[in-house]
């Protein structure tokens, strides 16, 4: 019987042999995992404010490279676009051309527009090409030139002006003369020269009425004149 057998117990209950029972500490296991999850918190922690650091002392780059979320938009300045001077009224020769079955719309038109402070040219019926043959209000007859001078400064005078631009005589390209007339009844030699930048045909298609208001096409065309501002995107940061 061992020395570490209680008195009164023997049989199966007596311990034999020489070596002793180890009795290990509870809750060793929980430590060691409680440990190794705070290493890990801690950690994490470490890396979350060095990144706040680093994005305090850069200025945000590091979240405008990953994605940009927290970048401000750029703010935008504006400056006052540049425009293109126009030609004066007095300075675009109309030649009013009647493509309706409707007599005296031609004169009645060419005296409005010369009240209106247009230099006017040949009144009368239009040609074969546009004779009845025209369903809108009018169409702006000219050279390549009038897109950006003559036709935008008629075209206030009346609503819906269609524009379609003249093929130059071969071999007699248009001169960049304004027109010079102010009255009615150019010469024939005149007529039959080259098209000006400034010389347009107004045919009356079948869709006329009558002229704009005054007041519109006055307000129309001085819109036409006055500059127009274009933003312009500033630098926003390092963004």
């Not at 019987?1 to 007596?14: I, V």
């Not at 990144?51 to 938009?73: E, I, R, W």
């Not at 208001?213 to 127009?228: F, Q, Y």
């Amino acid at each position: 019987m061992s020395m570490l057998t209680p008195p009164g117990m023997g049989g199966k209950y007596r311990i034999t042999g020489d070596k002793y029972p180890r009795m290990r500490p509870t809750g060793g296991r929980r430590k060691l995992v409680l440990a190794a999850t705070g290493g890990v918190l801690a950690l994490g922690l470490v890396g979350w404010g060095t990144f706040q650091l680093v994005d305090v002392f850069t200025g945000g780059s590091t979240a405008t490279a990953a994605g940009g979320k927290n970048c401000p938009a750029p703010a935008t300045s504006v400056s006052p676009a540049k425009v293109t001077p126009l030609p004066a009224p007095g300075r675009i020769k109309v030649n009013v051309l009647n493509a309706t079955e409707r007599s005296g719309l031609a004169k009645a038109t060419a005296d409005a527009l010369k009240k209106r402070g247009f230099a006017i040219g040949e009144v009368g019926n239009a040609t074969e090409e546009y004779d009845k043959k025209v369903k809108g209000t009018v169409l702006l007859l000219g050279a390549a030139d009038a897109v950006d001078g003559a036709f935008p400064v008629l075209a206030t005078q009346v609503g819906g002006a269609k524009q379609k631009v003249e093929a130059p005589l071969k071999g007699e390209p248009a001169k960049a003369d304004a027109a010079e007339g102010e009255g009615e009844g150019e010469s024939d030699e005149a007529a039959k020269g080259p098209r000006k930048p400034n010389e347009v045909d107004l045919i009356i298609g079948d869709g006329f009425k009558k002229l704009a208001p005054e007041a519109a096409a006055t307000g129309a065309l001085k819109a036409l004149n006055t500059p127009k501002p274009s933003p312009s995107p500033s630098s926003g940061g390092r963004c």
